[in-house]
């Protein structure tokens, strides 16, 4: 009798395992065969390189949606990874004990808040930050709503991914190693660059990859602060309109127009693309990386 | 003491350490202080408008435009969405994992690849989750509903809540199993008395950080939970949500609900720190079931 309960459990949860698998093919499928009306009507490079916005017409080119994602995206990356990776060193190789401990749970915090509070928080303080004192700055005019607002509050989101891998690139690196530089008489930001960077750079890049990957499919946040105008942008105090809010935005009349729904789920198939061409990429360095380490 | 080149280098070098410490001491401060920042700012703006029947009273007639009422609707949709979508994405995420770390071979082609699977949907950004649910509802004839926003919610836990646990169960030692094993215990046995015991307190953290994932998430809600100003009462109808009740509220033209939508901000971030706090303390307190 109980081998008979653990044979049934085993086949049960054997079932159940392959279900993780099965969902992602049935988005993509799904996906796919939602915006497969759009992509037999249009052609492919049309939809994707075109800035013909016009559903009601029936032209819908992505292009400067697919800019405003990579505009913001970009931004966010410039600002979080190099003061992610500072905070990571600092907390790896250099802070108190008590510093780290304040640290840890602070960023784990920080990975927990809801992108509403992020986008909330961003209206508040970023947007007239853009607006009144950066913008002014450069002598140029922006209301604020504007991809470098969506950046900052972007960059600040994904702080945590970045330092959470990096420092988990660093632990993996062995004492030794650290101890042989300095004494050579390296200093500790000698060592820190030319062996712990060195020898963590494919994990530290497989964070970025993934850090890219969050702030990508990031919607709520950017789409409150980015200003949603739906031209290519010409520069970071442009307001711009990314993939994920374009979704948000229209899934109200979407049903309405015709082919309207179709180019929506070409959007979200397009932004599930990148993000899992994306996630194998980390994947495929971090497990290489590792490899190497052995 | 040497003098010349020797001494500028050294003291040049010196100087790099020590610009290099500040810079990160620096960035540190940054990451720290935006988290107190964005809070700060939030309960700040919010202060002024925070008033108990926000969060005892569902919305009356005209609370968009400024009159009276409160966002219980939201709080309490947002509630039972998580929770339910937390208790489906747990009956599910346990067994894959026990499968994984007891059953299946160690590295064996089903255990890499079902573990790259929960990467890759980790990944998944929660508007093509949210895209991906109504394309469910719409095959299965449903309207946006309670149930649909539980189901859509509990695919975006999975990933969250398995990753967690199964990070937890990789780092118990094999002995342990064997032990069980070698008392005559069947594997089923072994996973439901011995290895989730020891896993608990990981089991609840997973827990609770999937519950928090879920009960911030709009993405994913916006297509399939719909919204609506009454508490629902069954899994068919639409269920307001917290983080959709902010959203909306900031679109607003009067001043007065947009700084409702702060005071709820605020509601939503004193939600979220109470289930860092609940869980850190429970995990003090149930570790001491666990064996060293």
Same mark, same amino acid.
């Given at each position: 009798m109980r081998l008979i309960k653990d044979y049934v459990a085993r086949k049960f949860m054997f079932l159940l395992t392959l279900v993780p698998t099965f969902i992602v093919v049935l988005i993509v499928f799904g996906l796919f065969q939602k915006s497969k009306p759009i992509l037999l009507a249009k052609s492919f490079t049309g939809l994707l390189f075109s800035s013909a916005w016009?559903? +009601?017409? $029936?032209?819908? $080119? +992505?292009f400067p949606f697919i800019m405003g994602t990579l505009w913001v995206t970009f931004v966010a990356l410039i600002i979080a990874v190099p003061i992610s990776l500072l905070t990571a060193v600092y907390l790896s190789e250099y802070a108190p004990r008590w510093v780290r401990d304040l640290a840890k749970p602070i960023i784990d915090l920080l990975a927990g808040l809801p992108s509403v509070v992020f986008g909330v928080w961003g209206i508040l303080a970023v947007v007239p930050l853009v607006g009144d004192v950066i913008a002014p700055l450069f002598g140029t005019y922006s209301s604020g709503y504007s991809i470098l607002a969506g950046g900052i509050v972007l960059a600040v989101m994904i702080f945590p991914t970045i330092i959470h891998v990096s420092l988990e690139v660093f632990a993996s690196i062995p004492y030794p190693l650290r101890e042989a530089s300095l004494s050579l008489g390296a200093t500790k930001w000698e060592t820190v660059r030319y062996v712990v960077l060195r020898k963590g750079a494919q =994990?530290?890049? *497989? *964070? =970025?990859? +993934? $850090?890219?990957?969050r702030a990508f499919g990031e919607t709520m946040a950017v789409l409150m602060v980015v200003g949603n105008v739906p031209v290519v942008p010409k520069s970071v105090f442009s307001p711009g309109y990314p993939l994920p809010a374009l979704i948000a935005n229209n899934y =109200?009349?979407?049903?309405?127009v015709p082919q309207y729904d179709s180019a929506l789920m070409l959007a979200a198939l397009v932004l599930l693309v990148v993000v899992l061409s994306f996630s194998v990429l980390a994947r495929w360095i971090l497990v290489r990386a590792e490899r190497r380490a052995e | 003491m040497t003098r010349g080149p020797e001494a500028s280098r050294l003291r040049r070098r010196k100087w790099t350490e020590r610009v290099f410490t500040w810079l990160m001491a620096g960035s540190t401060f940054l990451v720290i202080g935006s988290l107190l920042v964005i809070i700060g700012t939030i309960v700040w703006k919010s202060l002024p408008v925070l008033k108990l029947s926000m969060i005892t009273q569902t919305p009356k007639g005209g609370y968009y435009l400024g009159k009276e009422g409160g966002i219980l609707n939201a709080i309490v949709g947002s509630l039972y969405l998580a929770i339910g979508a937390t208790i489906l994405a747990f009956l599910f995420s346990l067994p894959v994992v026990l499968y994984l770390n007891l059953y299946a071979r160690k590295n064996s082609r089903i255990s890499s690849l079902t573990r790259f699977v929960f990467d890759v949907l980790w990944g998944i950004p929660s508007i093509v989750y949210g895209a991906f649910g109504f394309l469910i509802m719409v095959f299965f004839g449903l309207r946006a509903s309670l149930l649909a926003g539980i189901i859509t919610v509990a695919l975006l836990e999975l990933p969250i809540m398995s990753r967690a646990i199964d990070e937890v169960m990789r780092m118990i030692p094999g002995e342990l199993a064997e032990a069980s094993y070698s008392l005559g215990a069947t594997r089923l046995e072994t996973a439901l008395?011995?290895?989730? !015991?020891q896993c608990l307190p990981g089991?609840?953290? %997973?827990?609770?950080?999937?519950?928090g994932r879920g009960i911030g998430d709009a993405a994913s809600v916006l297509f399939t939970a719909g919204f609506t100003d009454r508490i629902p009462t069954s899994l068919f109808q639409p269920a307001a949500t917290l983080p959709l009740a902010i959203f909306f509220q900031l679109g607003s033209p009067v001043a007065e609900v947009q !700084? !409702? %939508?702060?005071a709820s901000a605020a509601v939503l971030t004193l939600i979220i720190l109470l289930i860092s706090v609940v869980s850190r303390v429970l995990i003090k307190r149930i570790t001491k079931h666990v064996i060293k």
């Open positions: 016009q559903p +009601l017409k $029936g032209q819908f $080119g +992505l =994990g530290i890049i *497989a *964070a =970025g990859v +993934l $850090g890219l990957s =109200g009349e979407m049903m309405s | 008395k011995v290895i989730v !015991r089991i609840l953290t %997973a827990v609770l950080i999937s519950f !700084r !409702r %939508a702060y």
